[in-house]
Each structure stands twice: as C-alpha cells, then as structure tokens.
C-alpha cells in the first residue's frame, strides 16, 4: 500500500510540475506576442467605431482573458480619437462606419468622438451610420455623419434628456437602519438616496438647469443634421413625434430606412467594390498598434485619474497611495517636461483628495500642469483639477459640486429585531469606540463630524479660492455643493475654457515651450502576465461586465456598492449616479 501511494504522489506531482510548465509557456508565448503583434492594415479599409462598446479612459488588453474568464479587452477612449485622428492622413483608410444601438458610455467621452468624427470628415473620405437602434447618444454622435440610416423595423428615440434618481431610505426602513447625514453646501445632495425618498428642492433645482445644458448641446447636433431650428426639434421631442425611423427620415434627422445588406452594398459602391467582394473593416483597437508613436527626448505625460477616489493602495479606480507614487515617479523623470492630468472622476474619499492634491502641487512646482476633464470631474474630482495651470472641460462635462458629506448608518434596530444580536461597549472615553454602526450616535459625536466636515469644507474652498484667483465670498456662492455643466462652469470661471484632451495638450506644450515633444501614459501599462494575475480579481473589466450584463439596471448594482464602500467616511463625492439619457 506504501508502495502504491508513493507512486500515486509521483504522479500527481509529475502531473502538475507538467501543467504549470505548460501554463508558463503559453503565457510567456501569448505574453510575447502580445508585446509584438501590430495589426496590418490593408487598402480600402474602413474604420469601424462601434458605440455600443463600453469606452475606458486608458482601456486595458488582457490577451489571458478567456482563462481567466474575463473580457479580453475594454476599449480605450484614446485609441478611438488616436484612430480618427490618424485615419485623416492615411491612405490606407478610405472611411468610417459607425455602429449605432444603445451607448453606456458618457455624454463629454462621446462629444470627444463626435468632434474629431467632424474633423476626420473634413478630409472629404466618407463618414456613413447605421444601427436597428439608435437612441439619444448613438444618435448624438452620428449627427456628425454624413449620412445615417436607420433598419425600417427598427427603432430611434427622440425624445428628450431626463435623470433618474434612486433613493434607498425606504429599503433602509424595511431593513430597520438608521442613517445620519451630514454635509457642507445647501446643493450636496450625495446623502440624499439614503435619507430622503425624492430629490430635495435644491437639488432637483440644479440637475434641472445642468439638463437644460446637456439638451442644448444635443439640439444643437441634431440641428447641424436636419437644418432645423432647435426650438423646432424640441417640440419634435417634446410631442412624441419620432416613434418610429419613417419619422426620423420625414423630418430629416436620419437619412433613409435601410437593412444592413444595403447599407454595406452602399460602402462597397464608395470603395470601388463589387457585391460579392469583403469589405476590410478595421477597429480602433487594432488600428491604433500599427499608428507609429512620436519619437523625442522631450515628453507630455498623460496622468490618467479615472474612477472612484479612495485611500489606500489599488490598481483600479482611483487610490491616493498608488497615484502618489506614479505622480512622483513623473516628477523625477526630467524628460517629462509637461503634464496632462486627465480626470474623469465622480470624486470619492476627502482625505485622499487632499492627499493626492498635495502631491500634485508638489509635482507643479517643477512641471506644468494641465486639467483635461472627461464625463465627470466633480467634488474630489475638482479637487485634484485645482492643482492645474490651466483647466479644460467638455460642455457636457459634470463637474463643480464643491462641497463635504458623511453619512453615519445605525444598524442597532436591525440586528436585534431581525437578527436577535444585541451588543454592548465597555471603553475608556465617550469616543472610544467613534465611529460605531451598532449604537445610536451621541450628541458629541455629532459635533465633533459636523465640525470636520466644516473644516474641510473650509479647506476645500480654499483650494479653489486659490486656483481660480477668485475671492472667498465668490467661491462660497459657487460651491455649496453645486453640480455644473462645463458650459456654465466656465462662465463661472471654475473652468478656463471649453476643450478636449488635443486641446489640454497644446496648452502644455506651450507652458513647456515645446514644439515637438512625445507622449507618455501614466498609469502604466501593466505586464500581459500581471494583468493577468490581477485579472483573477479585476475591478474594472468585472464592473464593465455586470455592466453589460445589466444595462440600465447597472445603476442600482453601483448604488449598492456605493452604499458599502462609503459608510461613515468623508466624502467629497457626487450625489449619486449621475446617468443623463
């Protein structure tokens, strides 16, 4: 029996010396080509933008992801307006195609794309659209198009902006919780879906005024398409009366009804193709590996803050720990004579904020600093845009809420009516045990959060005092937590001017003196085999599969985790999920 077991023990170890041999090779094989492969692009090509993918600031490639079983790659915003930028001048690419359907992506991601779709189209090679869908978003950016066709069964929506917004306090009553909120600024509503079971005056006050914005912008799309007057399309909006594509075709904001057969003959007609040939799509994904990089000794670092602002240490959203690092790993790199700090961030954590704030103010002492923002640079996120010489928004990008909130949970009721658990404290001061969700708060306790949060509410006006040269009592009016559309930001000077990241970085070449200068992207990116490995765990390609899986409905699982990642912190963070269709 010794004998047998030895020999079982020899073969299992045999086996599996095998297998992890076998894995290192191939991931050693994949990782390699991943480094080298570059995609050939052939002539008569057609750059294909599809809407309905999911668009990350920075994307990520995970060739290991049918492994691990995640996606293998999230799109880049970058690579999209690097392709369109590059498709100008090279023969090779004769168009481009865009996908139309239901977009998850942001309003100020898509006008990026929407603008240097116009820019492309001015070098005369054709811009075609075409979905079985299109809603407001998709519809948005083929209104730079120059033609858009819709499946005759199909379906458009016209039908006006609206924001949705979940409030959790019945659910937390059913649950026997109790929730405390407390917050600077008469317009911070980030306690609101936890405290109330609608929008508070004020608030629904100002998401109406950043709507009438956001629509302005949208009108102003759809009149550049159809040639009629806003006020026009508005009531077509406001009637109802685009139900079907025949409508949108009647009151041309789409060109013709087509199945998809038709429309690839009428691309095959442009290239010079006949009927029965390929057409040879490409996709910005690809496109971009063979786009050759600008070579200098004089760099712009693209400084990437995308996500959720948190403590700590993380190679997702965004943590101050993990940020500070590759901030000073910028400033001791003396080619790097420029930043580009490109935020797209709801904001998070008041002490990260700040942390990372600091960070970057060092950083400026020695290099310029430019701000571009992306969907979101609000609360925490125009915290770290006040390091910036100079700040560039988008028009529909959502930004300002300068101001300070907490929410405190009690869950004493819940764990005793429903649960049966009751607890106690035996401690050495009224504070001890602060903060503490299985007991009512004290009145002291109360005091000594609302005064924090004074404080930091103070401190954070005075960052943006200080970056926007404005007085106090002009940044108090601004900030009470105020949310703003780019477009009104920079008539209130939070912002400098209107622009996308092209712009933000004219701007820094100018502040370096810089005529000819490379790019750099930082975060960096993370070996094939660590992605990987962190893949196995991977927040952000697992947040943007629960988001296809979920569409819509993907706001309430963000609530939800919003609601466990935030409990009895500061925040410097939006009111919620600002999700604008």
């Known amino acids: 029996m010794k004998q047998f077991f030895k020999i079982l023990f020899a073969c299992l170890s045999a086996l599996v010396l095998f297998t992890l041999l076998i894995i290192i090779s191939f991931l050693g094989a994949v990782a390699g080509s991943a480094k080298s492969d570059k995609a050939e692009v052939k002539n008569n090509s057609v750059l294909m933008i599809d809407l309905n993918e999911i668009m990350s600031e920075q994307g990520s490639e995970n060739p290991l992801g049918a492994i691990s079983g995640n996606s293998t790659s999230v799109l880049a915003l970058k690579d999209v307006l690097r392709s369109l930028e590059a498709a100008k001048k090279d023969n090779k690419i004769q168009g481009v195609f865009i996908k139309l359907g239901a977009s998850m992506n942001g309003w100020a991601s898509l006008k ?19 979905g079985d869908i299109a809603d407001q978003k998709t519809y948005y ?25 979940m409030f959790f306090k019945g659910a937390l009553d059913k649950l026997d919780i109790q929730t405390e909120a407390f917050h ?17 005056e004020p608030n629904r006050y100002q998401l109406g005024e950043m709507l009438k914005d956001f629509y302005a912008d949208f009108l102003l799309g759809a009149a550049e398409k159809s040639g009629k007057d806003t006020s026009t399309l508005s009531a077509l909006a406001y009637n109802g009366a685009i139900r079907f594509p025949s409508d949108a075709v009647k ?55 995308d996500g959720t602002i948190y403590d700590g240490e993380g190679n997702e959203d965004i943590y101050s720990k993990t940020l500070t690092k590759t901030i000073r790993k910028i400033a001791k790199d ?13 904001g998070g954590s008041a002490l990260a904020s700040e942390n990372i704030y600091h960070e970057l103010m060092n950083l400026k002492r020695k290099k310029p600093i430019v701000v571009s923002m992306g969907n979101y640079a609000a609360s925490g996120g125009y915290y770290m845009a006040c390091a910036g010489d100079s700040v560039f928004a988008e028009t529909n990008t959502i930004t300002g809420s300068i101001g300070v909130v907490a929410v405190m949970f009690n869950i004493t009721n819940m764990m005793k009516n429903k649960l049966g658990v009751t607890t106690d404290q035996v401690k ?44 106090m009592d002009t940044v108090e009016n601004l900030a009470q937590g105020h949310v703003y559309s780019g477009t009104l930001a920079k008539k209130l000077k939070l912002v400098d001017d209107i622009g996308d990241i092209q712009r933000a970085l004219r701007s820094a070449a100018k502040l370096a003196k810089m ?52 409990q009895n912190q500061i925040q410097t963070i939006l009111p919620f999920v600002i999700e604008i269709r």
Not at 430 to 452: H, K, L, V
């Open 112 to 130: 990026e794309v929407r603008e240097a779709i116009k820019s492309f189209k001015t070098t005369k090679k054709f811009v075609y659209a075409f």
């Open 141 to 165: 950016v083929a209104t730079a198009a120059n033609k858009i066709f819709l499946n005759p069964k199909g379906m458009m929506e016209f039908v006006g902006l609206s924001i949705n917004g």
């Open 184 to 200: 600077c600024g008469k317009f911070k509503g980030a306690y609101e879906p936890y405290a109330l079971e609608k929008f508070s």
């Open 251 to 305: 009151n041309q904001l789409i060109d013709g009804v087509l199945f998809s057969d038709s429309v690839e003959n009428l691309i095959k007609s442009k290239l010079g193709l006949k009927e029965g040939d390929k057409i040879s799509w490409v996709t910005p994904e690809d496109y971009a590996t063979s786009i050759p990089e600008k070579k200098s000794d004089k760099k712009i670092a693209i400084l990437y803050a």
């Open 334 to 346: 003396d080619d790097i004579k420029a930043v580009v700090l490109r935020i797209n961030s709801p």
């Open 428 to 471: 050495t001061g009224p504070f001890a045990d602060f903060p503490n969700m299985t007991r009512p708060m004290t009145d002291g306790e109360r005091n000594w959060i609302q005064n924090y949060l004074d404080s930091t509410y103070v401190l954070f006006k005075s960052r943006v005092a200080k970056a926007r040269r404005l007085p």
């Open 515 to 566: 005529d000819e200068y490379a790019l750099v992207d930082y975060p960096e990116k993370i070996d094939p085999f660590e992605e990987f490995i962190s893949s196995l765990s991977g927040k952000k390609r697992e947040e943007v599969a629960v988001r296809r899986l979920l569409g819509d409905e993907y706001i309430i699982y963000q609530q939800i985790q919003k609601i466990r990642s935030q």
